[in-house]
């Protein structure tokens, strides 16, 4: 029995999101055209800000890290899952699975904590803006933004450690679309009862601690807002603040849905489709809500269009 229960691994098979071959090609299409519009709407982003001297501020300075971020991010998943989903043979080597896993949750932890910040970032801008540029200062947001990469690569150590040693059985099969860490911990017939207690404080310190920040630093900006005298000002400080609060809720809800509970009340199959959307739908939006009704970089996308002989 206990060799049984210490199988070694060398490779697992990744069950996606659907085994009916027509839903296959239809999900296929349908990934490879939200694929192409997280990286044009992340890629624009980034060559805007690189190349207009008037975006080369500290919001836009954070943008740059999380179109980037989103970039790695979604680079990390959908390209294995769209080969996936046009291939019979859906095995992935336990090396590439623990590389990417690490690499996924690197990076959503980044996320985690860039988000808090750019909250931060928004609260002294509306809040104090006479001492905007002497709180967020040139060195204080490279020092921020540093430190949120550490921060999501270092603690990730800890997740893919203690779930990559835990005694597998024989069954391999990944009900997922890629290497979650969820789902290769239900792979273990030890006791994981400890892990997941790790795993869930450690989900309170990534996750919920961050989105408190969040939370009471848009509960400032709104108190800030409602001393506003101008009505169309309120309304477009509450439009973005909205369009912005929306998407925390999506990103940590289903974060914490995946995450901060028990395996044993899990619904097999649920976790792959709650991962779409803080694996595809966020870094879709995140582009479109942080940049749709910024003048800034549409004057400097029309820039960029004459510049290059489009207008």
Known sequence: MSQKNNTVMTE????????????????????LLVYIIILFGNISIIILILTDINLHTSMYFFLFNLSFLDLCYSFSTVPRMLNDLMSIKKNISYAECATQMYIFLSLGETECVLL????????????YPLHYTTIMSKRVCIRLAFG??????LLSI?????????????????????????EVLSLGC?????????VFVEGVIVLMIP???????????????LKIKSSSGQRKAFSTCGSHIMVVIMFYGSAMATYMKP???????????IAIFYVIITPLLNPLIYTLRNNDV???????????GYC
């Not at 949120?148 to 690569?153: E, K, L, R, S, V």
């Open 12 to 31: 697992f098979i990744l069950l996606g999101l659907s085994s009916d071959p027509k839903t296959q090609v239809i999900l296929f299409f349908v990934f």
């Open 263 to 273: 395996r044993s009340r899990s619904i097999p199959g649920t976790d792959k489709f």
């Open 298 to 308: 549409k004057s400097a996308f029309l820039k960029l269009k004459m510049r290059n």
């Open 116 to 127: 808090a910040v750019m909250a931060y970032d928004r609260y002294v801008a509306i809040c």
């Open 190 to 198: 030890e006791n994981i009862l400890f892990i997941e207690f790790i």
């Open 148 to 153: 949120t990469w550490i921060c999501g690569f």
């Open 158 to 182: 800890s997740h893919v450690t203690l779930t990559l040693n835990v005694n597998r059985c024989e069954n391999n099969e990944i009900n997922n679309f890629f290497c979650e860490m969820p």
């Open 211 to 225: 989105v408190t920040f969040i939370v009471i630093s848009y509960s400032q900006i709104i108190l800030c807002i």
